[in-house]
């Protein structure tokens, strides 16, 4: 595919549609270049469903742009509560000596915590709408294999690449998706993640060629071409909203020039036909194993979880790598 060369707009073929807008108002045409938001009705929230108009929503949106907003689907006070645990985690995590930062810029790993129970809320980590999206876009049996999270530090003044998550040889297929989840209301102004809509159309042929750890982004041809077109954006998403995105997605972590950390916890979860080796940990003799396995019974969702001693699980939350086994190499089915 040529660098520009992705999804086309929908043309009418007998003159009836003038834009997609008229046949699906909640589908802003592509040359907005504006993500879809996916609202659940009421009965929806309470059944942990969505409905067919949603459903329809939902799925354009993902296949055309590879990124969606589920909106207002958790309790914005729970996301407080842990926005407060991670303030503190962080002033821990940088004052620990050679703190890893992604991709050089002032961007760093860290787990949510999942422990003591008065952190762990059901609508964050076992939220029924989230796992029903999860398997309308991925297939029945997905599995879930990532909890971790990316915090832009305040005052910020690098940049990242341009870059996919998919970081080794894939199908041009959805195999793999990430729930992100700000725990503050997060826009231009604090930093909230570059999306480049549509991108997850292009494979490996748009990513430079993975480095001795396996890390790639998108080459500087292929972004440029983009920027004319469809440029990255900055979307605001409102605490308590869900942004939705498809692994391949071209996407990067900006500076945040504000006064206050900006928080989001990563979820990942997989194609039940991927066979990727990522397992995320939890503390053992907590609860925490017990409750996401009778969370996720019935939902379509396989969690692959390690219990670890807590004072490991502990030792290891705000690791980089979010799995042990994970080995960046653009060979084998990772993640
Ligand atoms: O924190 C963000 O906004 C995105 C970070 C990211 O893409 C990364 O670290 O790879």
Redesign the pocket.
């Known amino acids: 595919m040529s660098p520009s060369g992705t999804n086309g707009a929908v043309e009418p073929k007998h003159g009836k549609i003038s834009s997609p807008n008229e046949y699906m108002p909640g589908l802003p045409a592509k040359h907005l270049n504006t993500l879809v938001e996916v609202s659940p009705t009421p009965e929806e929230r309470a059944t942990g469903r969505f409905n067919d108009a949603n459903i329809k929503l939902f799925l354009s949106g993902m296949h055309r742009d590879g990124v969606v907003v589920l909106k207002d689907v958790i309790n914005p006070d729970h996301l407080d509560i842990i926005n407060d645990f991670m303030v503190e985690d962080t002033r821990r995590e940088l004052s620990k000596e050679n703190v890893y930062k992604?991709?050089g810029a002032e961007?760093i790993?860290q787990g949510p915590p999942l422990t003591p129970p008065n952190y762990f809320f059901d609508d964050v980590y076992l939220n029924k709408l989230l796992f029903h999206a999860v398997n309308l876009y991925l297939g029945p049996n997905a599995t879930w294999n990532m909890v971790s999270g990316?915090?832009?530090l305040p005052n910020g003044v690098k940049r990242?690449p341009v870059?996919s998550?998919a970081m080794c040889n894939h199908p041009p297929a959805p195999f793999y998706v990430v729930a992100n989840v700000y725990t503050c209301d997060a826009s231009a102004a604090n930093?909230?993640?570059?999306i480049w809509l549509g991108t997850h159309h292009f494979n490996t042929e748009a990513q430079t060629p993975p480095g001795s750890k396996g890390e790639t982004h998108i080459t500087d041809e292929y972004v440029a071409e983009r920027k004319q077109t469809l440029p990255g954006i900055n979307p605001t998403v409102k605490k308590g909203s869900i942004l939705f995105r498809d692994m391949r997605l071209w996407?990067?972590?900006?500076s945040n020039k504000s006064d206050h950390m900006?928080y989001?916890i990563a979820l990942g979860f997989s194609a039940s036909w991927w066979h990727g080796t990522a397992k995320f940990r939890v503390p053992a003799g907590t609860g925490v194993f017990e409750r996401i396995l009778h969370g996720t019974k019935g939902q379509g969702i396989t969690p692959v979880m390690v219990e670890l001693p807590p004072d490991e699980y502990e030792r290891l939350r705000d690791a980089h790598d979010f799995s042990d086994v994970e080995k960046m190499t653009y060979d084998g089915e990772i993640f």
């Open positions: 992604n991709f961007n790993q990316n915090n832009a990242q870059h998550d930093g909230s993640t570059e996407h990067a972590g900006v900006r989001m």
